[in-house]
């Protein structure tokens, strides 16, 4: 079973630091997404990786950035965290087979809260 | 730009009966459409998903999901409800072609009653 591993469940940082949330999965797929979960918003894109020091931009990247150094592990930063980054955040993985139609694996989430 | 619709924000209904979550969408070109859940404080855990071939797709739990591509939906089905199907399910959709991400609708929260 594909394993994806969310360093934190639940964190707690003060506006202004810069916060790192990490994510590590064990099936050495090329993809690997960040997302952030709001009640009534569904889940939103922020960043994504298809391979080693790759990434591109998803729909919400402002305030963030990621690092992906290895295969298995994708990083997301907050470089000054704000009040409305207060969110949950989901990690996920899926390999690349040449259609990308393979389902993504999700991790448990990071609940996240600025105060 | 490809988008996805989840008309409900929740869904009741009693357990045993039959069950519906809707979702519809838009994509330039073929769709692949994907179905999760998520249960309380976890992440989403895949369902089922439609990429080609028949339009009744089966998958985890006895769920089930028909394409209708005239109408633009993959609502997900189940012919007989439990209350341990309580949960946040999540239709998603990408292009079949070019090199798009998954777009998530809002969410249906479905609550089974004993």
């Known amino acids: 079973d594909v394993k994806v591993t969310q360093s934190s469940r639940y964190l707690v940082k003060r506006t202004g630091e810069k916060v790192f949330l990490e994510c590590v999965q064990d099936?050495?797929?090329?993809?690997m997404f960040w997302y952030r979960q709001d009640p009534g918003l569904g889940l939103r894109l922020i960043y994504f990786?298809?391979?080693?020091?790759?990434?591109e931009k998803g729909d919400i990247p402002e305030g963030y950035s990621v690092s992906r150094e290895k295969k298995e592990r994708f990083s997301l930063i907050l470089e000054s965290a704000s009040t409305n980054q207060t969110s949950m955040y989901l990690c996920?993985?899926?390999?690349?087979?040449?259609?990308?139609?393979?389902?993504?694996?999700f991790g448990d989430g990071t609940r996240l809260s600025i105060l | 730009a490809q988008s996805v619709a989840q008309p409900e924000d929740q869904v009741n209904v009693a357990e045993g009966n039959p069950l519906t979550v809707k979702c519809t969408y838009s994509?330039?070109?073929?769709?692949?459409l994907f179905w999760y859940v998520q249960y309380p404080n976890r992440g989403l855990q895949f369902l089922l998903k439609?990429?080609?071939?028949?339009?009744l797709v089966k998958g985890s739990y006895g769920f089930e999901a028909e394409f209708n591509k005239s109408q633009t939906s993959f609502h997900l089905k189940k012919p007989s409800a439990l209350v341990s199907d309580s949960a946040l399910y999540f239709c998603a959709v990408r292009e079949e072609r070019g090199y798009s991400t998954l777009t998530f609708g809002k969410g249906t929260m479905l609550l089974v009653s004993p």
């Open positions: 990786s298809y391979d080693v020091k790759m990434k």
């Open positions: 996920a993985s899926s390999p690349w087979t040449g259609e990308d139609n393979q389902p993504q694996h």
């Open positions: 439609y990429i080609t071939g028949d339009n």
């Open positions: 099936m050495d797929h090329e993809n």
């Open positions: 994509v330039s070109g073929n769709p692949y």
